[in-house]
């Protein structure tokens, strides 16, 4: 149980692209979805909290414009990244909440790279 | 942001060794989860704690809450080759139970 979905796992895109990432939970429903940033070596930052039917909560320094949220149903989130340009290449990671005081579980990644 | 103080950064040992990682917090945490990451993929959760003293198990995978509240630690008992990977210590400290705090992480290699 508790499976996440990310799609796609890995983009090459020129710069200027938009980029859209998709997170499901497949076999349970989230309020809250996470959307993480990761670069090599190093740990898991926040970039944002997903609500289901509401605003995204983004972190201080995480442009909302940059990277819009959209959390349209209980089993799916997007991550837009809008006019990608190559220092936005990073590993995305969304995860979601199973339940109150229920771990965090996380999709496979996406690989963004921005040429 | 906060981060976890997690130990050692990295480890190479042979296969059938014993394996010991830990992570302490400035402050109290009320719940402590133990993830491993694969190169290109995101992180399995491992152990989920939620109690001081609570000592948990997953196969050859043993964690434990501090009774503190501000550290736990990951065992991993005569660790093979497909152990290989970075394990992160993640947390919710007291009163907020939606970001959890991350370790920097501990790489695990093994040698067959």
């Known amino acids: 149980g508790a499976v996440v979905s990310q799609h796609p796992s890995r983009v090459i895109c020129k710069s200027g692209t938009s980029v859209k990432i998709e997170c499901r939970s497949l076999?349970?429903?989230?309020?809250?979805m996470f959307w993480y940033r990761q670069f090599p070596k190093q740990s898991l930052m926040l970039m944002a909290t997903s609500n289901e039917g509401s605003k995204a909560t983004y972190e201080q320094g995480v442009e909302k414009d940059k990277f819009l949220i959209n959390h349209a149903s209980l089993t799916l989130s997007t991550l837009t990244v809008t006019s990608a340009h190559p220092e936005d290449s990073s590993f995305y990671i969304c995860s979601a909440l199973q339940g109150f005081n229920q771990p965090q579980h996380f999709g496979d990644g996406t690989r963004l790279s921005i040429l | 942001g906060q981060q976890l103080n997690q130990s050692p950064q990295s480890m190479f040992i042979q296969e059938g060794e014993d394996v010991s990682m830990n992570c302490t917090s400035s402050s109290i945490f009320n719940t402590w989860l133990w993830y491993k990451q694969d190169p290109g993929e995101g992180p399995v959760l491992l152990i989920a704690?939620?109690?001081a003293g609570e000592l948990t198990s997953n196969g050859r995978l043993t964690a434990q809450f501090g009774i503190t509240r501000k550290d736990s630690f990951l065992n991993i008992s005569a660790s093979i080759p497909s152990d290989v990977g970075i394990y992160f210590c993640?947390?919710?400290?007291?009163?907020?139970?939606?970001?959890?705090?991350w370790g920097l992480g501990t790489s695990l290699a093994v040698n067959p």
């Open positions: 993640a947390g919710h400290e007291a009163g907020n139970n939606r970001k959890l705090i």
């Open positions: 704690l939620y109690k």
């Open positions: 076999d349970f429903q989230a309020t809250t």
